[in-house]
């Protein structure tokens, strides 16, 4: 059995790990109100802006935007968006995972060509990728030290730029996201070009429905505006809803964590009585010893 002094040495240790893991977890609630407000505000509009540029495909046949033309994908890229700080469970390793399984079944074949390329937003994959000596562009982390559609929109511009170009022939982007603050789904989506109605339509599991819109003040003027704008506003909803689902997970991991210093501090806490109990015994043992071999 270990001695009091060991088990004494573990149970500061193991409270003052509880402390930080209750802070964690009550900053990443007060962090998950405000990044929960965001991405709820921006969802229903981006929602609707994809819908409809979706519908909008069938009448832009023929068009010379760049962003709707679709090319055989020798060149990828693939955004991951992922965060800068662990301790949020299995939230980054689930992005990575699904990134890998994603290039392992679509472009193994670019990957052994060495055409797919990298863009992380965020620290952990954007290492991950480094590390295992992935074709990785730019560093992008500090984007959440101020998280605006402007920041945001700097990286968009740069992958936007890269696809007309010709850098890369097709842009998926794998994020977290988020639903409530326990659960957050692992969503691949293509964010260039942009995916057609039938696309859209598996994207966002809704009926197909034929509308007919009238284009004010032109059909190029939508494709010249709108399209750009919607691309924008679609990679700025998948980090929000990262950054959310981030939060969320921190929280939900913190709040396990406490838990388990909790069962660990009453184990603990059982086998030091048991030391303590034990000493007593071997003490007050010794004491009757020494009296009855004086009394003989």
């Known amino acids: 059995m270990a001695n009091l002094k060991e088990v004494r040495n573990r149970i500061a240790s193991v409270q003052s790990t509880q402390q930080i893991t209750k802070a964690m977890k009550m900053v990443s609630a007060a962090k998950l109100k405000r990044a929960t407000n965001a991405i709820i505000a921006l969802r229903p509009y981006a929602t609707k802006l994809k819908e409809i540029l979706g519908n909008l495909s069938a009448s832009l046949e023929g068009s010379s935007s760049p962003f709707i033309q679709e090319r055989e994908p020798n060149k990828v890229l693939i955004i991951t968006v992922s965060s800068n700080r662990g301790l949020a469970g299995a939230f980054n390793m689930n992005v990575i995972k699904a990134a890998n399984n994603l290039i392992a079944e679509k472009y193994s074949e670019q990957l052994k ?99 007919d819109y009238i284009l004010e003040p032109s059909q190029e003027e939508i494709v010249e505006q709108l399209i750009p704008k919607s691309i924008k506003i679609q990679l700025y909803k998948a980090v929000l809803d990262s950054h959310a689902s981030e939060h969320g997970a921190r929280m939900t991991s913190m709040d396990k964590a406490t838990e388990n210093a909790g069962e660990l501090l009453k184990a603990l806490k059982l086998s030091y009585n048991q030391a303590r109990q034990a000493a007593i015994t071997t003490e007050l043992t010794e004491i009757v010893s020494g009296a009855a071999a004086l009394n003989g």
Do not use: C, H, W
């Not at 863009?119 to 000596?133: A, L, P």
């Open 113 to 211: 060509n060495g055409n797919v390329s990298i863009i992380s937003i965020g620290k952990k994959t954007q290492d991950f990728y480094e590390k295992r000596k992935y074709n990785v562009i730019g560093n992008n982390n500090e984007v959440y030290s101020a998280l605006t559609f402007e920041n945001v929109t700097k990286i968009t511009d740069v992958i936007m730029a890269g696809f007309i170009k010709g850098d890369f022939d097709k842009v998926e982007v794998v994020y977290n996201r988020f639903r409530n603050a326990a659960v957050q789904f692992i969503t691949t989506e293509q964010l260039l070009p942009l995916p057609k109605a039938e696309e859209a339509e598996v994207n966002t599991d809704k009926k197909s429905t034929n509308v």
